[in-house]
């Protein structure tokens, strides 16, 4: 039997695959089972910051599965505090819980918010407020906390307790907090899921000082945004946001599950012994692999991320199209329908993505600059 169809009679249909079976990959290349070779401009939607199998990346997986590869949260191991410690010091924040992906971050983050707000208001103010057209994960929390009715149809009730506005209307979030016991304020920077929509500085301003104002957690998902992704560690450093709660995971790892629900001062504390827990949370091969890539993204790294983003963005706008995001977040308003762009790409050996309606580049952060430049060419001839 063929890959596809041994995965097609055993594997849950809950993903809409393309017709390609990936065999191995190199850095931002990857090839099918035909030997067909593509430039890969998903990264596994976001997850492998440094593209396929990178050998330092491979080198300190391997090394560490091969001295200790899982003891339980019981003990310490020195790969989960060491990256406490580099996520601590390269954001600022003062402590982290290690879960395995962004919907449990995300689960974190609403129980941080949650227990500050009882203890701090009482326990009626339980409210967590989102946006429309957010992203926040598929577990029956993290959907209720995502903004578009689609995701929730048939697995009714959610968790209780959430409330959505509108990106940019500052006097909607500000009557909500008012009629509402609200405990905190969840966003993405850059919407990825949501069309890679990017929320202004000004709004995202507003937000945090509405938020101060009423002893409110603010609380950023940096899932899709962190982690580099939009050329600085976590996007709220260049937009100029203090978040009281950062969630992130994707490319943390550069392609081993790993989510981290970071705290700042205010709420480090929260959680108590027994409060929250996770059986391989902070685990030692994620953790070596996350601390290899944190490692390498030095604010050289960084910068060059931001060019080869606006590199994409000036020559797709001077093909005449409308791009979005931040960084190597990029999203693109297509004239012809997003399916049948994604489709000439792959026929011409690009893979991409798509959001909403738009299509989504979420390539490498290493991505080397040829394969870059034909990526690039390639999907404006696809789009064109
Ligand atoms: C912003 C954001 N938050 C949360 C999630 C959920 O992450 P995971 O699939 O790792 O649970 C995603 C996934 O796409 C995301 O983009």
Same mark, same amino acid.
């Given at each position: 039997m063929s890959i596809k169809s041994t995965d097609n009679q !055993? @594997?849950?249909?809950t993903y809409k695959r393309f017709d390609i079976s990936i065999v191995k990959g190199e850095g931002a290349l990857c090839w099918d089972d035909s030997g067909k070779e593509y430039i890969d401009m998903t990264s596994g939607i976001g997850v492998n910051s440094f593209g396929y199998s990178d050998p330092v990346w491979a080198d300190a997986v391997a090394e560490q599965a091969k001295l200790l590869q899982h003891t339980s949260n019981l003990y310490y191991t020195a790969p989960c505090a060491e990256l406490a410690e580099i996520l601590c010091t390269r954001t600022g924040m003062s402590k982290v819980f290690f879960g395995n992906s962004g919907a449990e971050a995300n689960e974190c983050a609403v129980k941080v918010a949650r227990k500050y707000a009882a203890e701090h208001k009482g326990e009626e103010y339980y409210n967590i407020i989102t946006f429309n057209k957010s992203f926040h994960g598929r577990t029956l929390t993290t959907l209720a906390a995502t903004g578009q009715d689609g995701f929730h149809h048939l697995f009714?009730? /959610?968790?209780? %307790?959430f409330l959505y506005s509108d990106a940019e209307d500052i006097e909607g979030l500000e009557k909500l907090v008012r009629d509402n016991k609200v405990a905190g304020v969840l966003l993405e920077t850059v919407q990825g899921e949501g069309g890679v929509n990017l929320m202004s500085t000004e709004f995202l301003q507003a937000v945090e000082k509405l938020c101060r104002d009423n002893d409110i957690l603010f609380m950023?998902?940096? @899932?899709?945004? %962190?982690?580099?992704?939009? %050329? &600085? /560690? !976590?996007s709220y450093r260049q937009l100029g946001l203090h978040p009281d709660v950062v969630s992130t995971a994707k490319g943390l790892a550069g392609g081993l599950p790993m989510g981290a629900c970071l705290m700042n001062e205010k709420c480090a504390? @929260? /959680? &108590? !012994?027994?409060d929250h827990g996770s059986t391989f949370g902070g685990n030692p091969v994620c953790a070596a692999a996350a601390i290899s890539v944190l490692n390498r993204m030095d604010d050289a790294f960084l910068a060059e991320v931001k060019k080869k983003g606006d590199y994409i963005r000036e020559k797709l706008t001077e093909a005449g199209y409308a791009v979005s995001g931040l960084g190597l977040m990029v999203g693109i308003t297509t004239e012809k329908p997003v399916s049948e762009v994604l489709s000439k790409c792959i026929e011409n050996g690009v893979l991409c993505l798509s959001a909403k309606e738009k299509l989504r580049l979420l390539p490498p952060l290493n991505i080397a600059w040829d394969q870059l430049e034909k990526a690039v060419a390639v999907i404006i001839e696809a789009l064109n």
């Open positions: !055993y @594997v849950a249909h009714t009730p /959610l968790t209780e %307790g950023i998902d940096e @899932v899709q945004t %962190g982690n580099g992704r939009t %050329g &600085s /560690l !976590y504390d @929260v /959680l &108590s !012994y027994g």
